[in-house]
Structure formats: structure tokens, C-alpha cells
């Protein structure tokens, strides 16, 4: 099949600007290798003056095929590969990817495996939004709250570590509860980072929220109107920066969020100050989830009892010809879902995020199509920057926060 | 709680009326509707308050067991922010078949159409700037329809270029110059400046 010349396409671009020539605008092209694409994003440029006149996402160079994969491995060993689309909030797709599954099988997840997966997500969510901050205010020149960032980062990469084995790609939550229960000292060495984490803010909040650099490079820059933001289907923090309340943990609870107290934070102004401040605040209220959650933990069990899902306990394969078969059933061929399709939506660091399961009844998922909050946000850069300065391009790039692995799949 | 219900049955009453068929699976709806009908069955639900547009995606039903009737569908996830609920709407369709652009209600649907359009084929009316969105351009097929050979098969591109897996690794051990097997001539990206490959495009598309 050829592809129609609707639009742009690289080919297109590239004889455009050798053969005709265009005074008015300049086209330029920006990544995919530039730091302040936070990854291999590529846009193609249309400038007036100084002014932006069109702007065109060029992506794909980091597409995976996650998807395809999903469908030709057991629905066990998709946690695997969810994590890897997003790599900043792991534990976020992880999260989505079982929650599909769990309501498709009907597992039931005991409640300390439920707070364990609110205390990483949110951990996480932290984690990202760290980078988030960091990242983006280097991209404006401000280069210390980079190193304090990636600081407290290192803490969480650590606690993560300590959990599941490595400080990226986790796969640590399974279909029906988690891969094994919390270490020792995991819970200390959180409690630790939530004594300790508030001041950090404050460090952080003396260095840009009151910095006029900041400010004026923020304020009133790359505003999408409440409507706009609707139109071009933006979810998450950038959603809520114009106005509109709109968070998968309050709107549509899943893994017990109902029982925490804790806000959304909104704002009216849909700029790029606003999208930062969003996510600043979201990190407190994520600590507070974090606290929550570490005060009700109890011990329990991890995994869903029911044999159709979670591995028999060790000790019983010793002496129950039963356990035994039905580990051999569940390591070699997985278990079967009944025919049908699901979809759940989560909040993660970047928006709405769900995976859609088709499951045709055999051990590997029929279709799995990852609503990822990333590719379709990007979409908001147009309303943002067009008609906006070419250097107010970069921050509302960094307030989108993309993560191209998200975005490609 | 009760108003909300309220607020689906009263869109499936009006989506019935309209000509859709309803289906449920562990509390998720979806209303299937005819190719030539679902414009206007997205106005009426959009209407009604469902004014966040989640997700276009693509269904290839080809191997699925015991199917019958055409071969994709392409649902429309939608949500109604104020009132907490989700509803899906399908559409069955023939590879040969098309589907009008839903950019017209949001212009938020234009990336996840030409997702939609770059692994299934499905083509959009109307769409401002229907082309591929993640896929090389000159990759010929789709990747997400159920006949796209996985595992390690040459890959075919457009411009006669294709990928062989054998050659490809014999390539990064140094035994072989090239790292892929390049059909004709001398491989694209070698050198600048030879663009032979742009030209048997170009033939090709006229």
C-alpha cells in the first residue's frame, strides 16, 4: 500500500525546502538528538521570524512493538514488558497492566499487596516527577535543582531496588498480588524518605517557585484554554494545569485509592507555570498517599490464594501431587482468561493510562492496545506553541514531560 | 450514584433508538453501530456530556476463534469527566471499507487515527493529515494486523529495501559489509547524496 501525500512526510519536507523557496517561513528541524527533547523526539519547525508557525511531532524511533510482543507471551509474563513503554513510572504501567488482567480473571488481591503496589506507584510517581522538575528547569538554564532532584531520585531508585531487584523495569507486581513479599527494611527506609522528603521540597520551592528567571519564563507562556485542552485530549497534570478536575484516582478508584485522603490540586491558569506548580503539589499529595498507606500496611499474604493465578507456596510442591501440577500448568502454559474484552484507566505520572485486553480464551492475549498518556498529550505542543516564541518552545516541551518510550510503545 | 446510571441509560436509549447494538462484559459497555452511522452516534453521546475522548484503536478479529462477519473493528473510547462514566462504541468494517474522522469533534483524535491508519490500513475521511505515524515510511504492510509475520522474517520495505535477519547479523559480526540485504545498487545511507532509492519510490507512486 503507498502512503498518501496528505501531509508532511520526511521525503516531502526535504524536497520542499531544496526546491521552492519560502520567504516567509524558515523551516527548521529540532532533534532527535537534542538534550531538551528529553529523548528522540523530532520536530519539524515552521518559523515567522521568531514566531511559530506550524509545529510537526516526527516520531517512531523508539518504537518497540511492545504491543505485538504482549500478544505472543503469557499474560504473566506481559509485566515484563509494560514497564519498559514508560520508563520514568514503571511501577504506574506495571500497575495498569495486572489491574486489566485481575478484573478479565476476577483475582482477588489481598489487601497488603493492594497497599504495597499505592505506596511504590505513588513512590514512583515522585521519582518521575523529580526528573520531570529537574530536567525542566535545566532546560531553562537553571542547572543546581538538577543535582538536588536527581538526589532524592536516588534514594527512591534505591528503595526500588531494594524491592525488586533493579533500579528501571521492575516487573515486580504479578497478575493477583506481588512477585514476593516486601524485604526487611523496606518500610524503614521509607519512613525515612517521608521524614526527610519536605524539607527537600522546601530546598526545591526557594529555588524556583520564587525565582524570577523562572517566573518570567513561565508565567503566561504556552497557555491551553480548558477547552483546548479538551480538544486535543490531554489527561493528567497538563489536564488539570487548565482547569479541569479530572484524576483516574478520585474519578474512578482502583487498588483502594477511595480509602486515602488525599487532593487534587488544579489550576486555573493553563500555563507552563501552572503545569510546573501541578506537578510540585502532586508530590506532596503522593507523599501523603505514601503515609497513608505505610500506616495501614499489615502483614498477609501477597498473592491471590486462588491456584488458577498465583504459584503454589514452595513447601507444598513436596508433598501435594496437586500443587505440583498446577505449577507445572501455570509456568508452562499460563492460565486462561475467559473470552471477553477490558479496559482499565489509571493515573500515572503523565495522564491517563489503560490497557486494553482482548482475550480470546487461550493463555496469551488476543490484543493489547496501551492507551499511553504520553503520544497523545504531545499533541497539546500544537495549541501551546504555535504563534508562541521559538524558546518558549523547549518549556512547554518540558511541561508536556513526554517519555518517548511512552509515546512510541 | 443514581444520576450517573441515569446518564448511560438514557445515552443507550438514544443509542438504540439510533440504530446500535449493545453489549456488556464485566461492567464495561460498548454499542455497536454500523459503519454509516457512527458520526452521528459519536455527536449524539458527545452531546450528552461524554466529553473526553480517550482512545481510536484497532481490533483485528482475522484468527480470532470462532469469528465471523468482517474482519476489524475500531472502537472509540469516550468518557464523561463530570459524571465519572466510560462507554465504548464500535464499528465493524472490511479491509476495503473507510471511516470518517472524528477531528472534527476532537482535534485530539488526529494521532490516534494515523495510529490506527499505520498498523491496520484502516483509512479516515476527512483526516487533515492522514499518514504514518510510527512505523518507517517506506515499511510496507502493518504491523498489528494478524498476517504480519513475526519472528525472524525478512522485512520488506518499499523501496525495495528489506531487512535480513541473517545478513543483518553477519553484517555486525564484520563479516559482510553490508547490514542490511539492499535489493539493488549501493545501500541508501552509505554515501550522501544517493538518493537512487527517493527515485524508484517515486516511480513507483506514479
Redesign the interface.
Known amino acids: ?11 516531502e519536507i526535504s524536497r520542499e525546502t531544496t526546491g521552492s523557496f519560502d520567504t516567509r517561513h524558515m523551516r527548521i528541524n529540532v532533534g532527535p538528538q537534542h538534550p531538551s527533547t528529553h529523548g528522540v523526539l523530532r520536530l519539524v519547525v515552521d518559523l515567522d521570524g521568531e514566531r511559530i508557525a506550524r509545529i510537526m511531532p516526527q ?2 524511533y523508539l ?1 518497540t ?1 511492545f ?2 510482543t504482549m500478544e ?1 507471551r503469557t499474560y504473566q509474563q506481559g509485566v515484563t514488558y509494560s514497564n519498559r513503554m514508560d520508563y520514568l513510572h514503571g511501577f504506574g504501567h506495571d500497575l495498569a497492566y495486572v489491574l486489566s488482567v485481575e ?2 480473571m476476577d483475582a482477588q488481591v489481598p489487601e497488603r499487596a493492594q497497599r504495597a503496589r499505592v505506596i511504590l506507584t505513588e513512590l514512583n510517581r515522585i521519582a518521575s516527577h523529580l526528573v520531570f522538575l529537574g530536567t525542566g528547569i535545566l532546560d531553562m538554564g537553571a542547572l543546581t535543582l538538577f543535582f538536588y532532584t536527581m538526589r532524592e531520585r536516588e534514594r527512591l531508585l534505591d528503595i526500588f531496588e531494594l524491592v525488586s531487584g533493579v533500579r528501571m523495569n521492575y516487573g515486580y507486581f504479578r497478575v493477583g498480588g506481588l512477585s514476593t513479599d516486601l524485604p526487611e527494611g523496606f518500610e524503614s527506609a521509607v519512613r525515612e524518605f517521608i521524614s526527610e522528603f519536605p524539607t527537600m521540597m522546601e530546598q526545591y520551592a526557594t529555588m524556583f517557585v520564587q525565582n524570577d528567571i523562572f517566573v518570567n519564563r513561565t508565567k503566561g507562556v504556552g497557555v491551553i484554554s480548558q477547552d483546548l485542552a ?6 493528567g497534570p497538563s489536564l488539570r494545569a487548565s482547569g ?1 478536575s ?1 484524576d483516574f484516582r478520585k ?2 478508584p482502583y487498588s483502594g485509592y477511595e480509602s486515602y485522603v488525599f487532593d487534587v490540586p488544579t489550576s486555573e491558569e493553563g500555563d507552563a507555570y501552572a503545569r510546573f506548580m501541578m506537578r510540585f503539589l502532586e508530590m506532596e499529595q503522593s507523599l501523603a498517599i505514601v503515609k497513608q498507606a505505610l500506616d495501614a500496611l499489615e502483614p498477609g499474604p501477597i498473592k491471590d490464594p486462588d491456584r488458577r493465578i498465583s504459584l503454589p507456596p514452595r513447601h507444598e510442591l513436596e508433598n501435594s501431587m496437586e500443587a505440583v501440577i498446577f505449577h507445572f500448568k501455570l509456568v508452562t502454559e499460563g492460565f486462561h482468561p475467559p473470552r ?4 482499565v ?1 489509571t493515573e500515572s505520572a503523565r495522564g ?1 493510562l ?1 490497557y ?1 485486553l ?1 482475550s ?2 487461550g493463555s496469551m492475549p ?2 493489547v ?1 496501551v ?1 499511553v498518556p504520553s ?2 498529550n ?2 497539546s505542543l ?1 495549541p501551546a506553541c504555535v504563534g508562541a516564541l521559538f524558546a518558549d518552545m523547549v518549556v512547554n516541551i518540558a511541561t508536556m514531560d513526554p517519555v518517548m518510550g511512552d509515546v ?2 | 450514584m443514581s444520576d450517573e446510571t441515569r446518564l448511560l441509560e438514557v445515552v443507550l436509549k438514544d443509542l438504540e433508538a439510533a440504530g446500535g447494538k449493545k453489549s456488556e462484559f464485566k461492567g464495561m459497555v460498548s454499542v455497536n453501530f454500523e459503519r454509516k452511522t457512527i458520526l452521528e452516534a459519536v455527536g449524539v453521546v458527545r452531546d450528552h456530556g461524554f466529553n473526553h475522548l480517550s482512545d481510536i484503536f484497532g481490533i483485528d478479529y482475522e484468527s480470532y476463534p470462532g469469528h465471523q462477519g468482517p474482519r476489524f473493528t475500531v472502537a472509540y473510547n469516550l468518557y464523561a469527566i463530570a459524571e465519572g462514566e466510560r462507554l465504548f462504541l464500535r464499528v465493524d468494517l472490511n479491509e476495503t471499507e473507510e471511516l470518517p474522522t472524528l477531528t472534527g469533534f476532537w482535534r485530539g483524535a488526529n494521532f490516534m487515527e494515523r495510529e490506527v491508519f499505520d498498523m491496520f490500513g484502516i483509512s479516515f475521511q476527512g483526516h487533515p493529515n492522514l499518514r504514518k505515524i510510527i512505523t518507517p515510511e517506506d515499511l510496507d504492510g502493518h504491523p498489528h494486523r494478524k498476517d504480519f509475520p513475526l519472528d525472524e522474517t525478512a522485512t520488506l520495505f518499499n523501496e525495495g529495501r528489506f531487512l535480513d535477519p541473517a545478513a543483518f547479523r553477519a553484517g555486525m559480526m564484520g563479516r559482510d559489509p553490508g547490514l542490511t540485504g539492499w535489493a539493488g545498487g549501493a545501500r541508501k545511507g552509505v554515501r550522501s547524496g544517493n538518493m537512487s532509492g527517493v527515485d524508484a519510490s517515486q516511480k513507483e507512486t506514479e
Open positions: 500500500m503507498s502512503i498518501p501525500n496528505t501531509g508532511y512526510d520526511v521525503r516520531i517512531g518504537h512493538g504491543e505485538k505472543n478484573t478479565l479538551l480538544d486535543y485530549c490531554l489527561t479541569v479530572l474519578a474512578q471477553g474484552e477490558v479496559y484507566a491517563e489503560g486494553y482482548v480470546d480464551g488476543y490484543r492496545k492507551r503520544l497523545i504531545l499533541q500544537e512510541d510503545k
